[in-house]
């Protein structure tokens, strides 16, 4: 078990940037696969984005690629978002997600952090 803890949950306006941080705090995650992902009101939690555990492979979901940016530093054992050019229908609590494997696109993950919420006002 990866207990994993987001930061940098904010409110911004439409157009702005964010950079949200998800920390291990025990084990490395080296070995972890992760994921991004978010779950507005009323609709189902979503993958944004994911990365191997050595960073080398990435995805993106349609609605986010080209403006958010998955990456991690091993070294730090954490794991980063940077979310540009945010839009309203962004809104929602973000979750960052690790599982036991080099790579990873399913929702079935082992580790789940407790979410960090991002509202993006008109």
């Known amino acids: 078990q990866v207990h994993l803890v987001e930061s940098g949950g904010t409110l911004v306006q439409a157009g702005g940037s964010v950079r949200l941080s998800c920390a291990a705090s025990?084990?490395?995650?080296?070995?972890?696969?992760m994921g991004w992902f978010r779950q507005a009101p009323g609709k189902e939690r979503d993958l944004l984005a994911a990365i191997s555990s050595d960073g080398a492979n990435t995805y993106y979901a349609d609605s986010v690629k080209g403006r958010f940016t998955i990456s991690r530093d091993n070294d730090r054992n954490t794991l980063y978002l940077q979310m540009d050019n945010l839009k309203p229908e962004d809104t929602a609590v973000y979750s960052c997600?690790?599982?036991?494997?080099?790579?990873?696109?399913?929702?079935?993950?082992?580790?789940w952090g407790q979410g960090t919420q991002v509202t993006v006002s008109e």
């Open positions: 997600a690790a599982k036991y494997s080099y790579w990873y696109l399913g929702t079935n993950y082992d580790n």
């Open positions: 025990e084990r490395t995650l080296s070995n972890y696969a």
